[in-house]
């Protein structure tokens, strides 16, 4: 069956480390990944996209990996700060369908 | 920012009232979504709709009916509400057709005693 799935525990770190989530998938062969941060009681943000054919991509402090062959995508915070503390969502495309399958959620906490 | 918004913001009703739950975007995005997320169980698709007359069921639709009443509205009904359909109901509309990246509204959250 297919299934995309995230660290289902809380991923707690110290401000200024790297945090690192992680998201795995079966049984699909996405044309993008994406990722999208969702803070309590609020609607999830897009955050970065990368596609089949990239490895890596990076936005500001953001860094998101991507192995068609392990089927997994890396999300990286470096320096990380308080106010990134939330709940980071994977989400993948399996292309040309017009919808996107969600992960669970990985929550992260940094703490000062 | 109110691109997307939905109404109401929070509805406490009892089990078998029929909700109508509303989502307007001013986007001007030809394609909307409702999702429900539950604790541990991330967003699932109820209902999507690429447009006016293009209305497709999602992997949790049963108990659930939609209307696309215009590009900008796109409005979610429970016809008898029961308890396990208390959850956040997010509406969303696709910001790019070719890689579906999601604009989302901030949710509805709903509860049936």
């Known amino acids: 069956s297919q299934k995309i799935e995230q660290n289902s525990e809380a991923l707690n770190i110290q401000e200024g480390k790297t945090a690192t989530l992680t998201c795995n998938y079966t049984?699909?062969?996405?044309?993008?990944l994406q990722w999208y941060r969702q803070d309590p009681g609020r609607g999830p943000v897009f955050l970065l996209l990368i596609r089949e054919n990239e490895k890596e991509k990076r936005k500001e402090r953001l860094k998101v990996t991507f192995d068609t062959t392990l089927k997994q995508s890396l999300f990286h915070i470096t320096a990380s700060q308080p106010a990134d503390s939330a709940t980071y969502l994977c989400a993948l495309s399996p292309g040309n369908t017009g919808k996107l399958i969600f992960g669970q959620g990985t929550t992260l906490q940094v703490k000062p | 920012d109110a691109d997307v918004t939905q109404t109401p913001r929070n509805r406490i009703t009892k089990t078998g009232k029929r909700i109508m739950l509303e989502c307007s975007q001013t986007?001007?995005?030809?394609?909307m979504y409702w999702y429900r997320q539950d604790p541990g169980l991330g967003l699932r698709l109820i209902y999507y709709s690429f447009d006016v007359k293009d209305i497709n069921k999602g992997e949790i639709s049963d108990g659930y009916s939609v209307s696309r009443q215009a590009q900008a509205k796109f409005s979610l009904s429970l016809e008898s509400a029961i308890p396990n359909q208390t959850a956040l109901y997010f509406c969303?509309?696709?910001?790019?057709?070719?890689?579906?990246?999601?604009?989302f509204g901030p949710g509805t959250r709903l509860t049936v005693l």
């Open positions: 986007k001007g995005h030809d394609r």
């Open positions: 969303a509309t696709n910001t790019d057709s070719g890689t579906d990246t999601q604009y």
């Open positions: 049984n699909y062969s996405p044309a993008y």
